[in-house]
């Protein structure tokens, strides 16, 4: 077999690991899911699985990593598009909750808030996003500061609004639930 080949094995296997494990995270807590149904569900062997992943914590943190990328991949995409700021917001909140309902991780995980280390990284990886954005703010010190508590406040918000729409499964519209995060966010921080 050639490299060529071995590549696009390696990736697809990849894509099927990953895709595996979403459909499970549907079903159980993905700190449950075990290498062995991963194996029967993509139709891999165990070694197979190993020679891609040292163990099913390994799987996870990879998933979360790329999430994380993603999500933040598509804030830069809204950015880019040179939006005004409330159009910005709605247009990432729209994208991140088109994405939230194809992935059974993140369904999982904002539903049931199980991840500590995902949700973490997450509030880690906005707040230094945020804090970058503010340093440009104009304004007092104190100005600064309340416009921080302010974006604390709302991303808690935030969170809140996805740890429901997960609960209820995503039921409702992926607009209908971006355009309540849109005013969660920007109601009052625009204003300060």
Known sequence: MNEISRDIRYRQTEEDLRDAFELLCLKKDPQKITVAEMA?????TRSTFYNHYTDMPTLITKIEDDILDEIFSMLDRCREEGMDDRKLVRSFFSALCRYIRKSGYLIRTLSRLSSVRFIEQALLRLREYVLLDMS????????????????AGSIGGVVGILHKWTLENC??????????????????????
């Open 40 to 44: 029967e569900r993509t139709g891999v």
């Open 136 to 151: 440009h703010m104009e304004g007092s010190p104190a100005r600064q500061q309340r416009a921080a508590y302010m974006m």
């Open 171 to 192: 039921e409702d519209a992926p607009e209908s639930v971006a355009k309540l995060l849109t005013v969660v966010l920007t109601a009052d921080f625009l204003k300060i």
